[in-house]
């Protein structure tokens, strides 16, 4: 059983397929941090059981591997939970009152206060085949007043015992997401966080932890990542003792907020994991846990196309046709209209929060376009911004109190535009109710949700006291929204953006098909934001485009080979002004979208091997093998030429030594290779110039 309890001992193990959890309760009745790594044998970890004393500056160090505990008594380090009761006492005491084993993969444990009648229940699920965990606490309030709480983690995870911690975890900005990082800890607290009202470019809610010398293929990697899609807190926190813990949830900055009697708060899921298989294993857990337990299904993306770059806001209905008719001609899948098509929508600055189709540029209504696509034998798509207003609308004009406000401030325009209030009743539903309206009324199948905003000003036009936090509530009614779309529409795939990728973690992707990741489509920079983002998520959800060359962010020409190659590395859709495209140029998209759907299912649903990174290499290269293993598929990249010719051997991964590959070359050449030869020995590259690429696949003959 993967989850056992030692009675004996006081001791709970979660075993996974190569990695023991091991925690238990102390003499003190205190829920107590044991172990976390490769497989050991719990009873005989049960001398590490028990409290600890320094001196009495330093009493009760053994709280500092607590595994759930409020802030309270001895305890200094970044606190669970910290409450507030009635009677203005701020100590909390827990201790274990019991547990129950909810199946063979799940145990929950009760904490109580020695005093009050608050309780909190511990869950642990064991994934046992991903050597993954999830966690997260449940907090009932049964007293007869309210309590305030001022901060409630999801989860607390202990690293103990290395020499060094080397924390990794990506940060970035607009165009210029996931980009890896990585820091040696020291003593203090490394925080990473949000606080603009949801996941932000700025960090996200995954980390992973070694002792300096983990690579991409080897050694100890303890990871995590957090399913909250607003302000998020993870804390890594080195004390001088010895060891690591990290706390994470929703960020407590400006998120006290009050449990009424009787009432139970509920955290997000906290994943966390270990691994000795390198980063690359700790990834290709997290992808397949994605799949398999997070997604809300496995779909193959279609190939789309999107005519945000060929229109902008002239959206005209015979323009979209002749797009439409281009983009079939090459393959794509499906048709989507962004930006521009409802209200007084010309630019960005009016008609946001109109969602009714635009008669001037829809003359005979949005039917007439979907029609055509359909008939050109595509699905239709559709942008929306609906968490967004402008100031120059119906919609404000009607319902000034609907957005984030304080009643004394002007409220701060980005994008020439204010966020809605979602957290009120009635504007989730009128969310609710446009959303509806507009997937029942047009056959529509695909749904790209934007948010081109922070959060400012988040208050309400009501006076009085606010007893929730408005920046979780926002994501609650978000949540709630998208689940009831998806049970009303369930043919009907979602796409989450946020600015680019502001708003990607595994609490939306518990609701969303796919993700934007980044607004920039440079295939050069891509290929650097999506490795980062690969490290935590899935290459199923990865939406990459194919756009002009020069690019309008790096003034960069590149190949459209080598646009085609990075943005085939994921689900694939072309954004480009395909109406000036030549034909050479068109038929050469032709046949990458052709082949991309050949190899679309080891893309999207096989493994991912990290072979080499332009971060410290002139080559980048990244292998697919498919779910049986059967097929491989290799993309590779060169940044430039130097000093003429150079032999290069790209040895691969994860191939069976004994076994013959047919190889087939971007040139058309095919040639027979041994497994071991192709792991150890590797498969030539023959890239030469600058920003030059190719595709290399491989099937197993035997």
């Given at each position: ?17 190569h ?158 997401e ?65 060891h ?7 960020n ?46 496995n ?40 930006d ?28 007439e ?12 798509g ?75 000003e ?29 049970v ?19 609490g ?19 290929l ?14 990865m ?24 943005a ?13 495209w ?12 052709a082949?991309?759907?050949?190899i679309?299912?080891?893309i ?16 980048a ?18 940044q ?15 191939l ?42 491989l099937?197993?003959l035997?």
């Open positions: 059983m993967p989850v056992t309890y030692l009675d004996k001992e006081n001791i709970f193990e979660i075993r996974t397929n990695s023991s959890y091991v925690f238990g309760i102390n003499e003190k009745g205190t829920l107590q941090h044991v172990y976390w790594g490769a497989h050991v044998e719990a009873a005989d970890c049960s001398h590490l059981l028990g409290g600890r004393l320094h001196s009495s500056f330093d009493a009760e160090i053994d709280r500092e591997t607590e595994e759930y505990g409020g802030w309270g008594g001895c305890h200094y380090a970044e606190p669970a939970l910290k409450v507030s009761f009635a009677d203005g006492v701020r100590d909390l005491k827990l201790q274990y009152e019991g547990h129950r084993i909810a199946s063979d993969n799940e145990v929950v444990l009760r904490l109580v206060d020695v005093f009050y009648a608050i309780r909190v229940e511990v869950h642990y699920k064991g994934i046992p085949e991903h050597d993954l965990i999830e966690r997260y606490v449940q907090v009932y309030n049964g007293l007869d007043e309210p309590i305030r709480i001022e901060q409630v983690m999801a989860a607390v995870w202990t690293v103990q015992a290395l020499p060094d911690y080397r924390m990794t975890h990506v940060t970035g900005r607009w165009a210029g996931y980009q890896l990082r990585s820091t040696v800890l020291s003593e203090g607290k490394k925080v990473l966080e949000s606080r603009r009202g949801f996941t932000g470019p700025h960090a996200n809610p995954w980390f992973a932890m070694d002792n300096g010398k983990a690579d991409e293929t080897s050694g100890n990697v303890w990871f995590g990542a957090l399913a909250w899609s607003g302000n998020w807190k993870i804390v890594a926190e080195k004390t001088t003792f010895g690591v813990r990290i706390v994470g949830g929703v407590d900055f400006d998120s006290s907020f009050v449990l009424a009697s009787g009432e139970a708060y509920t955290s997000p899921v906290f994943v966390g994991g270990f691994t000795s298989g390198g980063f690359g294993q700790m990834s290709r857990s997290l992808h397949q846990y994605q799949r398999d337990y997070v997604l809300p299904t779909k193959l993306r279609k190939v789309l196309y999107n005519s945000w770059e060929a229109t902008e806001f002239a959206v005209t209905v015979e323009g979209q046709k002749e797009l439409a008719q281009q983009a079939a001609r090459l393959g794509v899948e499906r048709f989507v209209v962004d521009g098509w409802f209200g007084q929508r010309h630019s960005d600055r009016a008609g946001l929060g109109d969602w009714y189709v635009n008669a001037e540029k829809f003359p005979h209504g949005l039917e376009l979907i029609d055509h696509v359909k008939g050109l034998g595509m699905a239709f559709l942008w929306v911004e609906p968490e967004s207003v402008n100031p120059d609308s119906d919609l404000y004009r009607a319902h000034p109190e609907w957005v984030y406000q304080f009643p004394t401030r002007e409220g701060t325009q980005l994008r020439n535009q204010l966020l809605l209030n979602l957290g009120l009743p009635e504007v989730k539903q009128f969310v609710l109710d446009f959303m509806t309206t507009l997937l029942t009324k047009y056959d529509i199948s695909f749904i790209k949700w934007d948010m081109n905003r922070t959060v400012t988040p208050g309400t036009a009501a006076s009085g006291h606010q007893t929730e936090s408005i920046w979780m509530k926002h994501v609650d009614h978000l949540y709630a929204i998208w689940a009831e779309l998806r009303r529409f369930p043919h009907v795939e979602f796409e989450t953006c946020a600015g680019g990728g502001a708003r990607i973690d595994l939306i992707l518990r609701y969303a098909d796919q993700a934007w990741i980044s607004d920039n489509t440079d295939a050069r920079d891509r650097t934001i999506q490795e980062g983002f690969t490290y935590a998520y899935s290459p199923a959800v939406m990459c485009w194919v756009t002009e060359s020069p690019h309008s962010f790096n003034g960069r020409s590149l190949p459209l080979s080598y646009r085609f190659h990075s085939m590395m994921g689900g694939l859709g072309i954004g480009a002004d395909i109406s000036k030549s034909v050479a140029d068109l038929e050469e998209a032709k046949h990458y979208v082949l991309y759907k050949e679309r299912p080891v999207l649903s096989g493994s991912l091997y990290r072979l080499s990174s332009l971060r410290d290499s002139n080559v290269a990244y292998q697919y093998n498919s779910i049986d293993n059967s097929e491989i598929v290799v993309f590779t990249f060169l430039s030429q130097h000093f003429g010719s150079e032999v290069r051997n790209l040895r691969l991964q994860a069976e030594l004994q076994a013959s590959y047919e190889i087939l070359m971007d040139n058309g050449e095919a040639v027979v290779r041994h497994g071991s030869t192709l792991m150890h020995l590797g498969v030539p590259l023959t890239l030469r110039g600058d920003y030059k690429s190719s595709m290399i696949r099937k197993r035997n």
